[in-house]
């Protein structure tokens, strides 16, 4: 069955740094999101992106936030220069255009120091 | 009036037993409700869903509740086994657009 890939599973970084998280939506999906989850907390929705174009985001997603898709299969986020309150798990979802589903990935654990 | 509320925060059930969790939304413009399953350090996975057009839907052991006057949703899950201990999300949406999740409930299955 398809599912979402995102690397890597943990990234360690210190306060400042930039770090570029990385996700491989199904692949005949249109639609991708990024949300994240500190530690014991809700999932919180970050971004939506179609068509090469962010369609909403959330209050979460300043200016030290951007999304691409590099090229036809990935996806990615880039947090230009980490706080230590970015520290969370980042999930990546996608879904298709002709149904509500959004499948998740395993997510990327970002520890900032 | 985006939120999406669940109770109860955490749920202890023995095997065999009845677990139900319960939400509530405000936005009538929602028009999926699907259920989250989450396991320690991995990502939700879509355990089920329903739309507002419809009062109930049943999915092996698993039974989504809707009452769209009150608002209200709820999840039951019938003979419940140690296996089912995760932490379960209730969601709403519109479309394409974002995914709102309830704050989640931990359910542990005791044998």
């Known amino acids: 069955e398809p599912e979402v890939t995102q690397t890597p599973s943990h990234q360690v970084t210190q306060m400042g740094q930039e770090v570029i998280l990385r996700c491989v939506p199904i692949?005949?999906?249109?639609?991708f999101y990024w949300y994240r989850q500190i530690l014991g907390q809700k999932v919180e929705f970050l971004v939506s992106?179609?068509?090469?174009?962010?369609?909403?985001k959330s209050e979460i997603f300043d200016d030290q936030f951007s999304v691409e898709r590099p090229d036809g299969s990935n996806f990615t986020l880039k947090i230009r220069s980490t706080k230590l309150e970015d520290s969370a798990m980042y999930f990546c979802a996608s879904s298709d255009l002709l149904v509500d589903e959004q499948y998740f990935g395993p997510g990327t654990r970002l520890t900032v120091t | 009036q985006q939120q999406v509320k669940q109770s109860p925060q955490s749920l202890i059930v023995q095997k065999g037993g009845i677990s139900i969790i319960n939400c509530a939304y405000e936005?009538?413009?929602?028009?999926?409700f699907p259920w989250y399953q989450q396991f320690p350090g991995k990502g939700p996975a879509l355990l089920i869903a329903?739309?507002?057009?419809?009062s109930e839907k049943k999915e092996g052991r698993f039974t989504i509740s809707f009452n769209k006057s009150a608002k209200q949703f709820s999840l039951h899950i019938m003979d419940s086994q140690p296996g089912d201990s995760a932490t379960y999300f209730c969601?709403?949406?519109?479309?394409?657009?974002?995914?709102?999740f309830g704050t989640g409930t931990k359910l542990q299955v005791i044998p």
């Open positions: 969601a709403a949406s519109r479309g394409y657009q974002k995914v709102t």
């Open positions: 692949s005949n999906h249109l639609y």
């Open positions: 329903i739309r507002p057009d419809v």
């Open positions: 992106f179609y068509n090469n174009e962010i369609s909403e």
């Open positions: 936005n009538t413009a929602f028009d999926y």
